[in-house]
Nanobody, 123 residues
């Protein structure tokens, strides 16, 4: 079992920045950030293989968001820059010990989830 605790969400104006953090209770092979807006499906935002550091991004956030990790603290980060109103959503941290690069941004591959942190971007 892995416990995940997110922090860092909040409200910001368009063009602003936020940094999300996710503290994990132990090391896992890959970790990811997902988001879900009201009435929409949960979508993968960014993911990382914690060993190699290989990263993956949704097209909608490429060039604006950066995922990183501190393996010494089992902590995942998501730096979000140039935020847009359409980035408004609940953001979730997820982790798995069985990961495939072809599915790393799909939620069904992750058994462990945090409680979520709200990000609101106003225009």
């Amino acid at each position: 079992q892995v416990q995940l605790v997110e922090s860092g969400g909040g409200s910001v104006q368009a063009g602003g920045s936020l940094r999300l953090s996710c503290a994990a209770s132990r090391y896992t092979t890959c970790m990811a950030w997902f988001r879900q807006a009201p009435g929409k499906e949960r979508e993968g935002v960014a993911a990382i293989f914690t060993g190699s550091g290989n990263t993956y991004y949704a097209d909608s956030v490429k060039g604006r968001f950066a995922i990183s990790r501190d393996n010494s603290k089992n902590t995942l980060f998501l730096q979000m820059n140039s935020l847009k109103p359409e980035d408004t959503a609940m953001y979730y941290c997820a982790a798995s010990s069985l990961c495939r690069s072809t599915q790393i941004l799909r939620p069904f591959g992750y058994p462990y989830w945090g409680q979520g942190t709200q990000v609101t971007v106003s225009s």
